[in-house]
């Protein structure tokens, strides 16, 4: 199933009220099943989901998107439609396992499903899941036969890896048959990788890899295909019926745009990790695999991490709460054993893992808070042997905030300005600003931040459904850094990324560089708990009251020179080769997605110094001409747009290793530019490398920082722009 799950902003003036960033959560068909280990923050939920409870959360997430909705939708017969494609996307995003016949007996409800909300019937969602649930069936009971017999490897057949492109199977026997060829093609794909292998051993002449025949390449690929699909299938039909409820009310949800959803608790629980950058509990990231439960990282500066027995691969057996009483967890749900292991700061949880060598221990840890030192700002001091002096970097994943107060948490607007003091403190005037990647965040941060650079006067312009436009001013008059700044952005910088790189670019106050145009996210969402929100449809019995939450669009937002970034996103003042200029990507390739337009001005005056974009564009553009890595990224652009116009994959070994070796001399030269630049330097701040001494897993955290630094090309151009400004 796919979720189109995004991350989270909160709007500065309501502490419920927020922008999302557009991450799409991409399940694929044999996906890593990876798991934070936090506390738990609501009470279990029951497996089951009775009717009353179905009504009460139905009634629940349509009147508050009805009352609360930026763009509210009439129940009508374009809605019903709206869901009706909505929520078979959500089931069978890949069209793998509903056939023609399925969603011919599915067209009867096409128009009705509106009725169906507005009378509380659920014929439509029983029917397609009932449906959904024997086709997964039928799968799960034909491949353990077929993976268990050796495949023809040379047999004809393709694969369309593109599901916009893909066509329902016409029946079950033809379901059966695409089945048999996506099974193919992951184990044609591993002998491949294996051959490779192979061969490159016995150009080296390595003794250790030992050299298998084809048949027992094959063998060996079709195991792991087995297992693998085990596992993936096990977690399908182990779907609670709360998550299967939950798609359905997400299907409805989405029709309004793609940043509205319903989450369930659990889901809420991930949103606040994701925001904040903390989390309480053991500090480790888990995978299932053949019915057990494997550590598959460990994060630095953790609970697990500091008391240093459990490792990677490690395989969990037993969970205890301090000195009680062992649970087993092999072939237990995943999301179930996760409640056991995850819980407070402070408290004790044993796990009995047998290591990689067979050993069995018990592994006592404490539960702490995580920090993901990964998601907060970071810097460093960038030199080149081309460029004039040193130049500030301030690397920014996202505009994270913590609004608890309970955990001392960080927010990237104070980060940020400590970072900037630091710099400043080393004699540093010029600093580039990275939001690449960047998805956004809190925006009240985005606002303040933006204050940093200049004196004083509006950052952005929001407007709900109904009045017009009003603008949020930086609050804190004064100019904080005065220096020169370059912002950097991509085609994932998004929503507060927008909201700043436009109000620079606006000011005439940065330059902002990098690929053509940003994400192009321009609304704002409100959290609602359905819990806390429930006088309308309240019930007698507490486990049948709604729960979860609603994340619903208010709001949209408008640079401050009128326009919205909302699809055209940010176009940069010079722009940068990238990979994905040829291919669809952003807000534009959603769903049900909200339109562009524009209000009046705002009232500013752009910054004093001017800036010589003309001169800055001609030399920027005369280096990338020049440049080896951006003359690649172009080639390479094309040859992307390229295969993914061509996105059927033949399942035959000869064919499919012919495809492969003609992509392998791309990623040959590709690794070419994976070394640092020569020339190009970073370095950490001093105050930084003090605090560091003590702090071992921050230590880690920022030298794989530096090491990332001086292999970025793009970073070395918005360098080498810093320098002729």
Not at 629 to 652: G, H
């Amino acid at each position: 199933m796919v979720k189109f799950f995004v991350a989270m902003e909160q709007f500065w003036h309501y502490f419920n009220l927020y922008l999302f960033s557009p991450l799409k959560k991409l399940i694929f068909f044999i996906p890593l099943y990876c798991l934070f280990l936090a506390s738990s923050c609501f009470s279990p939920q029951a497996e089951g989901i009775n009717e009353v409870r179905q009504k009460a959360l139905l009634k629940a997430v349509t009147q508050t998107l009805n009352r609360e909705h930026y763009q509210a939708r009439e129940l009508n017969d374009d809605f019903s439609k709206r869901v009706f494609a909505s929520y078979l996307k959500i089931l069978d995003f890949q069209k793998r396992l509903f056939t023609r016949e399925d969603l011919a007996a599915f067209e009867k409800f096409r128009l009705s499903i509106d009725d169906e909300i507005r009378e509380e019937r659920f014929e439509f969602y029983n029917t397609v899941l009932g449906t959904y649930e024997k086709r997964l069936a039928a799968v799960n009971r034909f491949y353990e036969g077929y993976l268990s017999k050796p495949i023809n490897l040379e047999e004809r057949g393709k694969i369309e890896t593109d599901p916009d492109k893909r066509k329902y199977p016409s029946d079950t026997l033809h379901m059966i048959q695409e089945w048999k060829d996506y099974f193919r093609y992951q184990i044609v794909t591993a002998v491949s990788i294996d051959l490779e292998i192979q061969q490159k051993a016995q150009t080296r002449k390595d003794t250790v890899v030992k050299i298998k025949t084809l048949e027992e390449l094959e063998s060996t690929a079709r195991e792991k295909t087995l297992k693998n699909n085990r596992d993936f299938f096990k977690r399908l039909l182990e779907t609670s019926d709360e998550d299967h409820f939950g798609d359905f009310l997400n299907a409805i949800a989405r029709t309004y745009d793609p940043h509205t959803d319903y989450e369930t608790p659990k889901e809420k629980e991930n949103f606040d990790i994701a925001f904040t950058g903390q989390f309480e509990g053991i500090g480790a990231t888990l995978t299932q695999r053949d019915g057990f439960i494997r550590v598959a990282n460990i994060i630095p500066g953790s609970a697990s991490w500091k008391q240093g027995q459990l490792k990677v691969d490690d395989v969990f057996l037993k969970v205890a709460q301090g000195d009680g009483e062992p649970v087993d967890v092999v072939n237990m749900r995943v999301d179930d054993a996760i409640k056991l292991i995850r819980g407070k700061k402070g408290t004790t949880v044993k796990l009995t893992v047998r290591k990689p060598d067979g050993s069995i221990v018990v592994i006592p840890i404490v539960r702490d808070v995580v920090v993901l030192e990964e998601t907060y700002a970071k810097s460093a001091i960038l030199e080149h042997d081309k460029a004039q002096g040193k130049t500030g970097y301030i690397n920014l994943p996202s505009f994270y905030a913590d609004f608890s107060n309970t955990r001392g948490g960080r927010n990237c607007y104070e980060d940020v300005k400590k970072e900037i003091t630091k710099l400043r403190d080393a004699g540093i005037n010029k600093i580039i600003l990275d939001l690449r990647n960047n998805g956004g965040g809190s925006l009240q941060d985005v606002v303040k931040m933006g204050g940093i650079f200049i004196n004083q006067g509006p950052i952005v312009q929001v407007k709900t459904k109904e009045g017009a436009p009003y603008v949020l001013d930086d609050p804190n008059p004064g100019v904080e850094f005065n220096g020169k700044l370059i912002i950097m952005t991509n085609f994932f910088s998004a929503s507060a990324s927008e909201i700043l790189a436009a109000a620079m670019q606006d000011y005439k106050r940065a330059v902002i560089v990098g690929s053509m145009q940003t994400y192009g996210k321009g609304t704002v969402q409100k959290m609602t708990d359905l819990g806390m929100n429930v006088s309308d449809y309240f019930v007698t019995n507490p486990a049948e009251r709604p729960s979860g939450t609603v994340k619903l669009t208010t709001q949209k937002f408008y640079r401050i020179n009128g326009g919205a970034t909302q699809l055209r996103g940010v176009t940069p003042d010079i722009i940068l080769p990238d990979l994905y200029e040829n291919l669809n990507v952003g807000e534009k390739e959603l769903d049900f997605v909200m339109n562009w337009d524009q209000t009046s001005s705002a009232s500013y005056s752009t910054w004093t110094s001017s800036l010589p974009l003309t001169k800055l564009k001609q030399k920027s553009q005369d280096r990338v001409n020049k440049n080896p890595y951006f003359n690649f990224v172009k080639t390479e652009a094309k040859k992307l747009k390229e295969r993914q116009d061509a996105s059927e994959y033949p399942v035959d070994l000869s064919s499919f290793q012919a495809i492969q070796k003609s992509m392998k001399g791309e990623e040959e030269k590709s690794n070419q530019f994976n070394k640092s630049i020569p020339g190009f330097r970073a370095s950490s701040l001093a105050a930084n490398l003090e605090a560091f001494k003590s702090n071992p897993a921050k230590e880690e955290v920022e030298k794989n920082f530096i090491q990332r630094i001086t292999k970025d090309y793009s970073l070395e151009e918005a360098l080498m722009i810093m320098s002729d400004m």
